[in-house]
Nanobody, 122 residues
């Protein structure tokens, strides 16, 4: 059974940094992608960043490109999101997602975590 568990959320000041982690248990695929999504109150869930499971190819939304970095440690089966220069509009619940066949920032991922809250104050 696949389980994705996020951690590392919390509060930060604008301009600060946070690092999110996602521990993937039972996930043995080396294809497809893992990704980070976020959902702010009253808004749709949006893809933030994705990384190809079998390599280092990444993609980012325009709203976070240049500020956020997605990475993975396949040996530890862990996904990361380094968030720098945080802005109040980054405030949202952040979710980890994985899919063994598809890649990108669309909401088609097969597996999802429960989320971790990020709050950025001005």
């Amino acid at each position: 059974q696949v389980q994705l568990v996020e951690s590392g959320g919390g509060s930060a000041q604008a301009g600060g940094s946070l690092r999110l982690s996602c521990a993937a248990s039972g996930y043995t695929y080396n294809s497809g992608c893992m990704a980070w999504f976020r959902q702010a109150p009253g808004k749709n869930r949006e893809g933030v960043a994705a990384i190809y499971r079998g390599g280092t190819s990444t993609t980012y939304s325009t709203s976070v490109k240049g500020r956020f970095t997605i990475s993975q440690d396949n040996a530890m089966n862990t996904l990361y999101l380094q968030m720098n220069n945080l802005k109040p509009e980054d405030t949202a619940m952040y979710y980890c997602a994985a899919d063994p066949r598809r890649c990108g920032l669309g909401n088609f991922y097969s597996y999802w975590g429960q989320g971790t809250q990020v709050t950025v104050s001005s």
